[in-house]
């Protein structure tokens, strides 16, 4: 079962940034959070595997939401000229990321689909995936990622037009409430030449959807 959504109309002002004006708690308010959780869940954050639980689950936050800390324009930032008058479409497929939803805090697992037409510089093409999981290192409702990633790039490299398509499976569906393993979750995102003509769109496409035949 797949549920397609398009979010081309999300504004910047509806994303979520990270806020640097927020105090982060100690490490060991963090840990002692994280045993606090283990005692609500029923289990005894005293006994041997648990010990060292709230330790790893800390050092793994730090990993698992590492985007917080990272910008995307500064990995944006570096283009090339040089491109001998290329000015077709740039795609890159199956970036496969994991991330996390912001209503749940559990796993969204999927890949995205990022392409954009050269208006005389181009990315290095792995500039486009260090952007998917900078997003994606964040907590997330798929929805505003999908934008994120095609406003960022669009934003820095002003290319005649991105377009991102994510396909994802979400485990607060999977794991819990109606409990449906399987279900993907499509969003597109179109700025530009790709929102404006058809045709760019159904090419887009076409490219994404030749690497599953």
Same mark, same amino acid.
Request: glycine content about 6%; some cysteine; proline content about 5%.
């Given at each position: 079962? %797949?549920? @397609?959504?398009?979010?081309?109309?999300?504004?910047?002002?509806?994303?979520?940034?990270?806020? =640097?004006?927020?105090?982060?708690?100690?490490?060991?308010?963090?840990?002692?959070?994280?045993?606090?959780?283990?005692?609500?869940?029923?289990?005894?954050?005293?006994?041997?595997?648990?010990?060292?639980?709230?330790?790893?689950?800390?050092?793994?936050?730090?990993?698992?939401?590492? !985007?917080?800390?990272? %910008?995307?324009?500064?990995?944006?930032?570096?283009?090339?000229?040089? $491109?001998? !008058?290329? /000015?077709?479409?740039?795609? $890159?497929?199956?970036?496969?990321?994991?991330?996390?939803?912001?209503?749940?805090?559990?796993?969204? @697992?999927?890949?995205?689909?990022?392409?954009?037409?050269?208006?005389?510089? *181009?990315?290095?093409?792995?500039? @486009?995936?260090?952007?998917? %999981? @900078?997003? =994606?290192?964040?907590?997330?409702?798929?929805?505003?990622?999908?934008?994120?990633?095609? /406003?960022?790039?669009?934003?820095?490299?002003?290319?005649?037009? $991105?377009? *991102?398509?994510?396909? =994802?499976?979400?485990?607060?569906?999977?794991?819990?409430?109606?409990?449906?393993?399987?279900?993907?979750?499509?969003?597109?995102?179109?700025?530009?030449?790709?929102?404006?003509?058809?045709?760019?769109?159904?090419?887009?496409?076409?490219? *994404?959807?030749?690497?599953?035949?």
């Amino acid at each position: 079962m %797949d549920e @397609i959504v398009d979010k081309a109309a999300l504004t910047a002002a509806s994303k979520p940034t990270p806020n =640097a004006q927020l105090k982060r708690p100690t490490r060991e308010q963090a840990e002692a959070a994280v045993r606090t959780l283990l005692l609500w869940s029923g289990d005894d954050p005293s006994r041997e595997g648990l010990l060292d639980t709230p330790k790893r689950v800390a050092k793994a936050y730090s990993e698992l939401f590492e !985007g917080y800390g990272q %910008d995307p324009h500064e990995v944006l930032g570096r283009t090339f000229e040089e $491109v001998a !008058g290329y /000015d077709d479409m740039v795609v $890159v497929r199956d970036i496969e990321f994991h991330s996390h939803c912001e209503h749940h805090m559990v796993p969204i @697992i999927g890949r995205a689909h990022v392409g954009y037409l050269p208006d005389g510089r *181009v990315l290095g093409l792995s500039k @486009i995936a260090r952007v998917v %999981d @900078i997003f =994606a290192r964040r907590l997330q409702t798929q929805e505003s990622m999908t934008a994120q990633v095609a /406003d960022a790039i669009q934003e820095s490299l002003e290319p005649r037009g $991105v377009a *991102v398509m994510i396909e =994802a499976e979400h485990m607060c569906m999977a794991m819990r409430g109606i409990r449906k393993q399987g279900s993907t979750t499509l969003t597109t995102t179109f700025t530009g030449a790709f929102r404006d003509e058809p045709a760019e769109q159904m090419h887009f496409m076409s490219l *994404v959807n030749s690497a599953k035949k």
